[in-house]
């Protein structure tokens, strides 16, 4: 499955970076299954709060959110015994549903012209 990785490398790279906006249960979700995809099934001796590298799994907008990890862990310990290509398939098929999936965006930046240019005329040159 180097497609289903593919897509899954690229989605989560959407994700974490804000290219797609999401929900911040949206975001938690799909952390989740990351963390299924990436550290296996939820085991609490191991991955106590303050385990997660916030950076590798949620947009910049839900860093800060002091109860995002415990809500990510929450939803992780459901996916127990998910595969890795099974969370992989969750996780674009989540992506998939985005409202913004499949929109490019583009950064303009809009500068007006000076106000003291005299403007030429197209047909003198």
């Known amino acids: 499955p180097m497609q289903l990785h593919l897509l899954y490398v690229q989605a989560r790279d959407f994700i974490t970076t804000g290219s797609h906006p999401t929900t911040?249960?949206?975001?938690?979700?799909l952390a989740a299954l990351q963390c299924q995809v990436v550290h296996g099934t939820y085991n609490p001796d191991k991955?106590?709060?303050?385990?997660?590298?916030?950076?590798?799994f949620l947009p910049?907008?839900?860093?800060?959110?002091?109860?995002i990890?415990?809500?990510i862990q929450a939803e992780w310990r459901?996916?127990?015994s998910m595969s890795e290509v099974?969370?992989?398939?969750?996780?674009?098929?989540?992506c998939r549903s985005l409202k913004t999936w499949?929109?490019?965006?583009?950064?303009?930046?809009y500068l007006p012209e000076p106000k003291n240019k005299k403007t030429k005329d197209?047909?003198?040159g």
């Open 60 to 67: 910049v907008v839900y860093r800060k959110d002091k109860n």
């Open 69 to 71: 990890e415990k809500d």
């Open 122 to 124: 197209p047909k003198k």
């Open 86 to 94: 099974n969370g992989k398939y969750r996780y674009v098929q989540l």
């Open 78 to 80: 459901k996916l127990a």
């Open 24 to 29: 911040r249960s949206e975001a938690r979700d």
């Open 102 to 109: 499949g929109i490019t965006t583009f950064e303009v930046q």
């Open 47 to 56: 991955h106590k709060p303050g385990f997660l590298e916030l950076k590798d």
